[in-house]
């Protein structure tokens, strides 16, 4: 009964490095996001998959790349990690867009 | 601009004290409403989709419901362990597809 899984729960970068934030849902949803959540601020969407083979911007996209493996993997990639990305990174997953959505345990990355 | 303020920030409860959390929202036009709850730590959890005004949604100790202009979790005999933080998020017509608004949340402290 996993549910939205990612991978891994805690990372430390240094700024200018790379890395991939992966996601991984059971329940054969077909619609997939990517959030970040910071201290006094709301969740808000970085970029999100309605269908698979199919990806679109959320509201804070600058910085950040995503690739729909299929219709169970979601994955985040940072190019150039920049302290300002530090925070918590929450996939989630949905039967289809706009409608409830089932999150992950969140990955908590700090960029020094 | 779209925007989602829940009220208060934090409530403290002891147990047994019936309360209610606030989420007014200003958007151009709504096509749901989602409570969430979110532990230390982990995930949002789903709890309720609200639609349309007058809509209410119970689940054991918590109901939720919504006006045009706002919603209200209502929850009734608190036990501690419904402390957590309590997220709400807004669906409009005018917005993105996919694009939740979040409101920046209520903790909730129910001591014994």
């Known amino acids: 009964n996993a549910g939205v899984t990612q991978t891994p729960k805690f990372q430390v970068l240094k700024t200018g490095q790379s890395m991939t934030l992966q996601c991984a849902q059971d329940?054969?949803?077909?619609?997939m996001y990517w959030y970040r959540q910071d201290p006094g601020m709301g969740l808000r969407l970085i970029y999100y998959?309605?269908?698979?083979?199919?990806?679109d911007k959320g509201e804070v996209p600058n910085g950040y790349n995503v690739s729909r493996l299929n219709k169970r993997e979601f994955s985040l990639r940072l190019e150039s990690a920049a302290p300002s990305q530090t925070s918590v990174y929450f996939c989630?997953?949905?039967?289809?867009?706009?409608?409830?959505?089932?999150f992950g345990q969140g990955t908590r990355l700090t960029v020094v | 601009e779209d925007q989602v303020t829940q009220s208060p920030e934090a409530l403290r409860l002891q147990e047994g004290e019936s309360s209610s959390l606030n989420c007014s929202y200003t958007?151009?036009?709504?096509?749901?409403l989602f409570w969430y709850r979110q532990d230390p730590g982990k995930g949002p959890e789903f709890l309720f989709t609200?639609?349309?005004a007058g809509e209410e949604k119970e689940k054991e100790r918590l109901k939720a419901t919504l006006t045009k202009k706002e919603s209200f979790l209502h929850i009734t005999a608190p036990k501690p362990e419904d402390s957590a933080t309590y997220l709400c998020?807004?669906?409009?017509?005018?917005?993105?597809?996919?694009?939740?608004?979040f409101g920046k949340g209520t903790k909730l402290s129910v001591k014994p």
């Open positions: 989630a997953s949905s039967v289809r867009v706009n409608t409830e959505a089932f």
């Open positions: 329940m054969n949803h077909n619609s």
């Open positions: 998959s309605a269908s698979e083979g199919t990806t």
């Open positions: 958007v151009s036009g709504l096509r749901g």
């Open positions: 609200l639609y349309s």
């Open positions: 998020a807004v669906l409009n017509y005018g917005g993105s597809q996919g694009n939740l608004i």
